[in-house]
């Protein structure tokens, strides 16, 4: 089946940096759909970025990734983080009707 | 902002109860989907409808899960015989199709099986 990895656990950084959350997939499908979704605490997840074409870079709310199918990946970067952005990342693909696969999840914590 | 509805906020149940919970997708969203987060935040899909129709469950919902989603009336998604390890947060996502389009989510249904 359809799996999703990203980079593990806790991501700690100051505010101002630049921050990079790997995310790569395995799929039978040739044509995926590649999201990244944000959690804050006590919150539902939400959709900041998808794709489905290759090597097109998308933005939103300050975030890009760009789908890249020769690496199966979907990188997640931010090039000035905020404190706002402290919250759950998730990477995630479907095929069609079929639901979320989901990572395990990125925890972002940003210090002042 | 999601629109999606979601009965009961928090459930506990003793272990062999059932636990029903419910879902009101956003208007116009023909699509709905049901997920469980555990403790450690993963997530793991359920079941999805297309209006009334199933369109793809996992081994589990099919065993010891039944889901609806009929016409004019809120979906759901009942455990049969909650267990310890059900207890997590019951999340529904509805979205206006198949494929590339955002799932919006509800605030969840927290199950606690005691």
């Known amino acids: 089946g359809d799996s999703v990895t990203q980079t593990e656990g806790l991501v700690t950084l100051t505010e101002g940096l630049p921050v990079m959350l790997n995310c790569t997939y395995q799929t039978i499908y040739s044509n995926p759909f590649l999201f990244w979704y944000v959690q804050h605490l006590n919150e539902s997840p939400r959709l900041l970025l998808k794709?489905?074409?290759?090597?097109k870079r998308t933005e939103h709310q300050g975030f890009h990734a760009t789908l890249h199918k020769s690496s199966s990946s979907f990188h997640l970067q931010k090039s000035s983080a905020q404190l706002s952005d402290s919250a759950l990342y998730y990477c995630?693909?479907?095929?069609?009707?079929?639901?979320?696969?989901f990572g395990l999840g990125t925890r972002v914590s940003v210090f002042p | 902002n999601s629109k999606v509805i979601q009965t009961p906020r928090y459930l506990v149940k003793g272990q062999g109860q059932k636990a029903k919970m419910r879902c009101i997708p956003e208007k116009g969203h023909p699509v709905v989907f049901w997920y469980q987060q555990n403790k450690n935040n993963e997530f793991k899909f359920l079941i999805n409808?297309?209006?009334?129709?199933?369109?793809?469950q996992i081994d589990m919902t099919e065993k010891r899960f039944s889901a609806e989603c009929p016409s004019n009336s809120p979906c759901s998604l009942e455990i049969q015989s909650s267990e310890a390890g059900d207890s997590a947060l019951y999340l529904c996502a509805s979205s206006p199709g198949t494929g590339g389009y955002e799932q919006y989510f509800g605030p969840g249904t927290r199950l606690t099986v005691l």
């Open positions: 995630a693909l479907n095929n069609y009707a079929q639901g979320l696969t």
């Open positions: 409808f297309q209006n009334q129709e199933v369109l793809q």
């Open positions: 794709s489905f074409t290759d090597n």
